[in-house]
């Protein structure tokens, strides 16, 4: 059970926008901490998509944006891409004593 | 080139020990902080451990601690993980993570830790 909760799986068709939600809690995303995107292709590392709830890392094409508000974060996708099928995963930090660091439980992206 | 290389990693009994290494090159290792994190086949990302740039401030996921001890060499531009009493759970990749403040800007490729009798 991850701290952060994220859907299983998402789908879209080439050209389309697609969202992925995280939910957090008061420890977390609603005491202000920062969401981070990863994105995992099929069989290599994670790779930083998206920090400090909005921000882009250079080389990641601007299709790729994050939003916060809340206890919740989104990442959208818009025109999407064959190679956008991927493995997304959220962090934020954690203030509770057992934890500093938590992940999403990471949303599987179909490109149809 | 700025990258993270893991080794390591391995089959290894239930109990046993093992120490994972990680490798820096191409930026200045001692101005950031590092972490580990682990993915079970199939799972998801699971945070392990963070140590500071100077190795003052350290912490642990509760599920490693007491068992796994962060380390750095700064002036080898490495970083350790000694994993002690490995547990059947503790089986998966492990990653090699440099941070920038809370988030992680620059993973290894992974070193995969099987812990089976």
Redesign the interface.
Known sequence: QSVLTQPPSVSGAPGQRVTISCTGSSSNVGAGYDVHWYQQLPGTAPKLLIYANNLRPSGVPDRFSGSKSGTSASLAITGLQAEDEADYFCQSYDSSLSAHVVFGGGTKLTVL | EVQLVESGGALVQPGRSLRLSCAASGFTFDSYEM?W?RQAPGK????VS?ISSGSKTI?Y??YVKGRFTISRDNAKDSLYLQMNSLRAEDSAVY?CVRA???????????TLVTVSS
Request: without cysteine.
């Open positions: 972490n994190v998801g990302l699971e945070w963070y912490y996921a509760d990653y920038w403040g809370w988030y992680f800007d620059l993973w290894g490729r992974g």
